[in-house]
C-alpha cells in the first residue's frame, strides 16, 4: 500500500484492475474476430472478459470509494466524485470508440452480424 499525504492507493489492487481490463479488451477482440474459444488452461484466462468485468467493477468500487471513509461529509464527497467520474472519462472513451471503429472499418469486414453470438461461425457450420 502506497501512502501520501492526499491519497492512499493500493498498487496491488490497481494492477489487478488493469490485469482485468486488458483481459476484458483481449475478450472483446477474440469475439470480434469471431475466434474459437481456447481448449488449454492457461490460455482460457485470456478470454475470461465476464469474469473479468465483475472482478474489475467490484475492485473499482473498492478503490475509488476507501478513499473517502471515515472522512467528514463522506456521503456528500461520495455523490460530487460520482457526478464528476463521467465526464472525466467521457474524452478518453470517446476517443478510444473512435480509434476502435477506424481500426474495424478500415481492416477488415465481419462476416458475422454485430447483434449475434460471438462463435456463431461455429454453430452455423455444425
Given at each position: 500500500?502506497?501512502?501520501?499525504?492526499?491519497?492512499?492507493?493500493?498498487?496491488?489492487?490497481?494492477?489487478?484492475?488493469?490485469?482485468?481490463?486488458?483481459?476484458?479488451?483481449?475478450?472483446?477482440?477474440?469475439?470480434?474476430?469471431?475466434?474459437?474459444?481456447?481448449?488449454?488452461?492457461?490460455?482460457?484466462?485470456?478470454?475470461?472478459?465476464?469474469?473479468?468485468?465483475?472482478?474489475?467493477?467490484?475492485?473499482?468500487?473498492?478503490v475509488?470509494?476507501?478513499?473517502?471513509?471515515?472522512?467528514?461529509?463522506?456521503?456528500?464527497?461520495?455523490?460530487?466524485?460520482?457526478?464528476?467520474?463521467?465526464?472525466?472519462?467521457?474524452?478518453?472513451?470517446l476517443?478510444?470508440?473512435l480509434?476502435?471503429?477506424?481500426?474495424?472499418?478500415?481492416?477488415?469486414?465481419?462476416?458475422?452480424?454485430?447483434?449475434?453470438?460471438?462463435?456463431?461461425?461455429?454453430?452455423?457450420?455444425?
Open positions: 500500500m502506497i501512502t501520501t499525504p492526499s491519497v492512499q492507493r493500493f498498487a496491488q489492487l490497481d494492477a489487478l484492475r488493469g490485469v482485468a481490463a486488458m483481459i476484458v479488451v483481449i475478450h472483446h477482440i477474440w469475439a470480434e474476430y469471431s475466434l474459437k474459444p481456447l481448449q488449454i488452461f492457461p490460455s482460457q484466462i485470456l478470454v475470461a472478459g465476464y469474469s473479468c468485468v465483475c472482478l474489475f467493477f467490484i475492485l473499482s468500487g473498492f475509488l470509494t476507501y478513499k473517502f471513509v471515515g472522512e467528514e461529509n463522506c456521503y456528500e464527497k461520495v455523490i460530487t466524485a460520482t457526478i464528476k467520474r463521467p465526464f472525466r472519462l467521457a474524452g478518453i472513451a476517443l478510444t470508440g480509434i476502435g471503429y477506424l481500426i474495424k472499418e478500415n481492416t477488415y469486414a465481419s462476416p458475422v452480424n454485430a447483434l449475434s453470438c460471438p462463435y456463431a461461425i461455429e454453430s452455423e457450420s455444425s
